[in-house]
């Protein structure tokens, strides 16, 4: 199923437009085509899956290929899941022991 997801994808699957700047779950261009609300403006109200532990939005990323690069993921325990409230991917936690 190559060609299926973003960025192979340039396409989305709901309007069939071209994807500009906002790419949600590899497939839609718009949180309307997904069909889910977008996430609230301030932070501290999106859950917690979608914040900091200060009440910051947390960085977001387009696909998972984006984040886990042999430059970031030495160690192969860097954890990118798929958040539920806005649709990106975020960076969660690894078992790294601090230094």
Do not use: N, Q
């Not at 340039?10 to 949600?24: D, Q, S, W």
């Not at 984040?67 to 936690?93: F, Q």
Request: aromatic residues 10%; charged residues 25%; positive net charge.
């Amino acid at each position: 199923m190559t060609g299926w997801l973003y960025p192979e994808r340039t396409r989305c699957l709901g309007c069939r437009r071209y994807f500009a700047g906002l790419v949600i779950k590899r497939l839609y261009c718009s949180y309307g085509c997904a069909g889910m609300e977008p996430p609230a403006d301030d932070p501290r109200l999106r859950p917690r899956c979608c914040r900091t532990h200060a009440g910051e939005a947390k960085r977001v990323f387009l696909y998972p290929e984006e984040v886990i690069t042999p430059e970031l993921d030495v160690e192969g325990d860097l954890h990118v899941y798929a958040c539920d409230c806005c649709g990106m991917y975020h960076i969660g936690h690894t078992t790294r022991s601090k230094v």
